[in-house]
């Protein structure tokens, strides 16, 4: 492989190195490429440039492959606790007995909240999406601990910070979600376990037993490991950049947040539920809509489906899918939307325009119907990625914390007016 790349521009001749990954990838870098040169490169939505080196997740788009801190995403859903993944990529390595007990331990002494914090719940209305309360929740943590928003805080000071997010969050969906339904809050019960835990705070009631389904509960940990780190996607883009500025870990999380929210990324999965009941409302003729989703003049696109870095199957899909018949026969659930979904993929498979676009489904097009069956209603389902995003952007935002990585500042191509008078306003036209 060549360690360095020429360019030539008017005649001259500039040499910038190649560095290359430990699976192999390539970059060119270009950190020179502005004062050696004068130019800069453009690339709108990023789909050619490398933000970071990052030793957290691997993916190959092509291949279909996933790995956390190279860990197989099959192998970790199928035989690790969510925890034990949270720790895995937030502190580097698979933790042994004692540690994940001291993390356990750690978290379950945190998972209560500020009483104060039911104010943030409380100032807004019921109709509220919940992804609005969950970000402003979090922002809040700042006002309750004033020493995660120091830049100089201490390994330990931000340790700490990384174990009161993971432990408050779950109380904080939990919560902001009871409270949008006029339902008492239900106090964290930590010792039940995390996935267990969050169960409970969603859907027990008060002086009544609440039995925790092992399905139900497990599920539950599958999807959140599905869902816990997928490199440099926006949500996480946005958390590091934020970061970058030395902002607080809730800072940024809160911003990542907002970004999942976005229905191109993380809100995909509420999309997806409701454009699978939209087309079973109106009659299931899955190939009216393939149809749609092709027609360049109709906005309908196929959600859930297409990804910006997976060109083949999206390897979290194909888990979910299979956990999908799994978890609903197990809970007797039969909902139609399911086999709608299929038939969608199924279409989309043997379609060419799918196919020469590479179009296949994402972690979000069967998602949803899990979470459904697991008694969730649409609005939380992005939520729930949350709660399984949270320990990859902690970790992202820790790595480049770490790196010491200078603030992110991207540079732009003007297009605007070139330089004019100011006219007074008496002159205007
Ligand atoms: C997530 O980055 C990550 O890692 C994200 C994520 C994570 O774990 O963090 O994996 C989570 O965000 C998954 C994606 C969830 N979003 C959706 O399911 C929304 C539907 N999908 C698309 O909007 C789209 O596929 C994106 C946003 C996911 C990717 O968009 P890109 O990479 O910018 O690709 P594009 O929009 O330029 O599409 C390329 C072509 C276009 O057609 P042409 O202009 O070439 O004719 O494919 C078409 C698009 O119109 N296309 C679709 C389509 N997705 C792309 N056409 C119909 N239906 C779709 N879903």
């Known amino acids: 492989m060549s360690k360095e790349v020429q360019i030539i521009i008017d005649g001259k001749t500039f040499h910038f190195p190649v560095i290359e990954g430990s699976e192999g990838e390539k970059a060119i870098d270009i950190a020179k490429l ?3 040169t004068g130019y800069i490169t453009l690339d709108t939505g990023y ?4 933000a970071t080196k990052s030793a957290i997740t691997f993916l190959d788009g092509e291949q279909g492959v996933l790995r956390y801190r190279g860990y197989p995403i099959e192998q970790l859903a199928s035989k690790a606790s969510f925890l034990e993944v949270s720790y895995l990529l937030i502190y580097g390595e698979l933790p042994t007995l004692a540690q994940l007990e001291n993390f356990k331990i750690r978290i379950q002494k945190h998972t209560n909240l500020h009483e104060d914090i039911k104010k943030v719940f409380d100032g807004f209305p019921s109709s509220a999406h919940p992804m609005g309360v969950l970000s402003s929740a979090v922002s809040s943590l700042t006002a309750y601990y004033p020493g995660s928003i120091d ?8 340790d700490l910070t990384i174990v009161r997010l993971m432990a408050k969050l779950p109380t904080i969906a939990a919560w902001s979600y009871r409270n949008s339904k006029g339902m008492p809050l239900m106090y964290p019960k930590p010792k039940l376990g995390y996935c267990e835990n969050f169960l409970y705070m969603m859907f027990a009631q008060p ?3 609440f039995d925790i389904d092992p399905v139900v509960a497990e599920a539950l940990n599958t999807l959140l490991i599905l869902h816990a780190d997928h490199e440099q996607n926006c949500s996480t883009s946005t958390v590091r950049i934020v970061g970058s500025a030395h902002a607080s870990l809730y800072s940024s999380i809160a911003a ?13 999965n509420q999309e997806v539920i409701e454009m699978l009941d939209q087309i079973k409302s109106d009659g299931g003729d899955t190939q009216k809509w393939i149809a749609k989703a092709k027609d360049k003049n109709d906005p309908f696109r196929l959600m859930g489906f297409g990804h910006r870095v997976y060109k083949n199957f999206d390897p979290r899909a194909k888990i979910i899918k299979k956990a999908c018949d799994d978890i609903l026969s197990k809970l007797g659930v039969n909902d139609p939307v399911l086999e709608i979904a299929k038939e969608l993929e199924q279409a989309a498979l043997n379609d060419p325009y799918f196919v020469e676009r590479k179009l296949y489904p994402n972690v979000d097009f069967y998602s949803g119907i899990i979470y459904r069956a697991l008694g969730l209603k649409s609005d939380l389902f992005t939520v729930m990625f949350a709660l399984g995003r ?6 992202q935002w820790k790595e480049l914390r770490d790196a010491k990585e200078p603030i992110g500042r991207p540079r732009q191509i003007y297009t605007g007016h070139t330089t004019r008078e100011y006219i007074p306003i008496e002159k205007r036209k």
């Open 34 to 36: 502005r004062d050696l």
């Open 151 to 158: 830049p100089n805080a201490s390994e330990d000071e931000i």
């Open 390 to 395: 949270l320990p990859g952007w902690i970790a």
């Open 47 to 50: 789909k050619n440039t490398g």
């Open 256 to 268: 990542g947040i907002n970004a999942l929210w976005g229905p191109l990324h993380g809100g995909a």
């Open 207 to 209: 002086n009544e037993d």
